[in-house]
Every structure is written in structure tokens, then in C-alpha cells.
């Protein structure tokens, strides 16, 4: 069974950083992304990262504050997220994909975590 788990979620003030965290279950993706939900608002496309581990693109709001990456032997990607804004406030998901190149539509990633909550006070 499928499984992606996701970690490091939490309480933080502004302009502090935060490190998330993605282990996977069973097989090796492709590509990993990121995503996250705002009360109230639609799911938003965080960050994404290819097979090749070079490939990355990061959603308008958060580029140049966060950074993906991914372990190959951990089976895992993790998301670095510094100079944390109140608006960067939502439940993160992680998402994994069969595909090897980068994706920003969630429609193309086929597992999905619970989701991790990042609340960032002001």
C-alpha cells in the first residue's frame, strides 16, 4: 500500500524557518511536489521537483523563501521554508507522481499525505 508521511509541521513567528518533510512507502516517484490549503481558499501549488533532482519550480509567492529537495536513498523529498510570512499559514501536502518530470497541476500527482498543518504568527 501506498503511503507518503509528512512531518515537521508547527508553530512559528514570522521571518523564522521551517523544514517539512515527505518519507514515501514502497516504490520510488518520480516527481514530488508540494501543496497547501488556507482556510477558505482554493489548494495552491507550493513547489515541485523531477526525477533528475534539478528540475524545480516553486509557486510566485514563495520563490526565493522556500526550496525543495529530494533523498533518493530516504525515498523522501523535504521543502525548506524560510523567511515565513503569516500568509504562508495553510496545511501542507505532500504529493508524489509516476511521472519524471516536474508538475504544477495537482491532477497530475497520484498519491497524496494527510497534510501537515505550518501556522506562522505575525
Known amino acids: 500500500q501506498v503511503r507518503l508521511t509528512e512531518s515537521g509541521g508547527g508553530v512559528v513567528q514570522a521571518g523564522d524557518s521551517l523544514r517539512l518533510s515527505c518519507v514515501a512507502s514502497g516504490r520510488t516517484y518520480g516527481t514530488w511536489g508540494w501543496f497547501r490549503q488556507a482556510p477558505g481558499k482554493e489548494r495552491e501549488f507550493v513547489a515541485t521537483?523531477?526525477?533528475?533532482?534539478?528540475?524545480?519550480e516553486y509557486g510566485d509567492s514563495v520563490k526565493g523563501r522556500f526550496t525543495i529537495s529530494r533523498d533518493y536513498a530516504k525515498n523522501s523529498q523535504s521543502l525548506q521554508m524560510n523567511s515565513l510570512k503569516s500568509e504562508d499559514t495553510a496545511v501542507y501536502y505532500c504529493?508524489?507522481?509516476?511521472?519524471?518530470?516536474?508538475?504544477?497541476?495537482?491532477?497530475?500527482?497520484?498519491?497524496w499525505g494527510q497534510g501537515t498543518q505550518v501556522t506562522v504568527a505575525s
Open positions: 504529493a508524489a507522481s509516476r511521472r519524471t518530470g516536474i508538475a504544477v497541476q495537482a491532477e497530475l500527482y497520484d498519491y
Open positions: 521537483v523531477g526525477w533528475s533532482g534539478a528540475d524545480k
